[in-house]
T-cell receptor, first 116, second 111 residues
């Protein structure tokens, strides 16, 4: 099973709302990622968690707040977003660095976010 | 952020034709991954490459890890309509979680 599950599939929110994106995987991966993708562009890395600890923050604005409550779950909390934050948000997971397994990154289907 | 040069940017081909695309970098990578992405969906892994010179196939797809470790190639044989989509390469240097993505190749197949 190489499935990464993201919910919701679509989300529309106002600039004053608070919402959360959720991601779940059961492959035993201990590295999990959030990406932002604009139309016709490659995914842009936002955050990386390794062993449930934040490993990389690509200078993402504080209105995006990641959380990794356990080894299978990854959340992205959204607050006071701007219309330019509208995009496809992708979650991914992989084995941690130095592991025996290869560095294959698996993606979820994404959450299409629209900020009004 | 850093991106890999991927070419062609887009292509129209006739059904049944073979397709070639490539990805080049100024940096050396230890892993190359090729993904296909359909509209509104997440990227789906097609092929993973781990050694310079490695040639790997997955059905009608064949990918190669360049000898210099700075490039990779993907070939699709006998294209079919469901091959339509955007193909991304991604490179990874050992010791980091930062996968560097190519700019994408948009494939359109004419039936």
């Amino acid at each position: 099973d190489t499935e990464v599950t993201q919910t919701p599939k679509h989300l529309v929110m106002g600039m004053t709302n608070k919402k959360s994106l959720k991601c779940e995987q059961h492959m035993g991966h201990r590295a999990m990622y959030w990406y932002k993708q604009k139309a016709k562009k490659p995914p842009e890395l936002m955050f990386v968690y390794s062993y449930e600890k934040l490993s990389i923050n690509e200078s993402v604005p504080s209105r995006f707040s990641p959380e990794c409550p356990n080894s299978s779950l990854l959340n992205l909390h959204l607050h006071a977003l701007q219309p330019e934050d509208s995009a496809l948000y992708l979650c991914a997971s992989s084995q941690v660095l130095g592991g025996v397994a290869k560095n294959i990154q698996y993606f979820g289907a994404g959450t299409r976010l629209s900020v009004l | 952020g850093q991106q890999l040069n991927q070419s062609p940017q887009s292509m129209f081909i006739q059904e049944g034709e073979d397709v070639s695309m490539n990805c080049t970098s100024s940096s050396i990578f230890n892993t190359w991954l090729w993904y296909k992405q359909d509209p509104g969906e997440g990227p789906v892994l097609l092929i993973a490459l781990y050694k310079a010179g490695e040639l790997t196939s997955n059905g009608r797809l064949t990918a190669q890890f360049g000898i210099t470790r700075k490039d990779s190639f993907l070939n699709i044989s006998a294209s079919i309509p469901s091959d339509v989509g955007i193909y991304f390469c991604a490179g990874l240097t050992s010791g980091t979680y930062k996968y560097i993505f190519g700019t994408g190749t948009r494939l359109k197949v004419l039936a």
